[in-house]
């Protein structure tokens, strides 16, 4: 009757080991593939650059700096607003 009991422990043992690592795996998002679903199923070209933090995960208060770090990102101005191109932005 022990071995039976110590078996079983045993055995949801192993099983939660083996589901706690599928949750880990569960749990990994890969960003840069999400973003890319997310811009071909919507078909954007151009995002205003107050949207900007939600395409390449950054806080908002980091865009200036962000922007001052890498002047050379591919936008357009048009009436004072800039605007980033998805694809450029995305490389």
Known sequence: MEFFLVSI?????IMGFFIGGGLKQFQTVNKQAE????IKREQLVFIKEAELHHYICIN????????????????????????FYTKKLIK
């Open 9 to 13: 422990g045993l055995g949801i043992a």
């Open 35 to 38: 973003l890319e679903t997310f």
């Open 60 to 83: 908002q208060i980091d865009i200036p700096a962000f922007l001052e770090r890498y002047p050379d990102i591919p936008h357009v101005v048009l009436n004072g607003t800039r605007y």
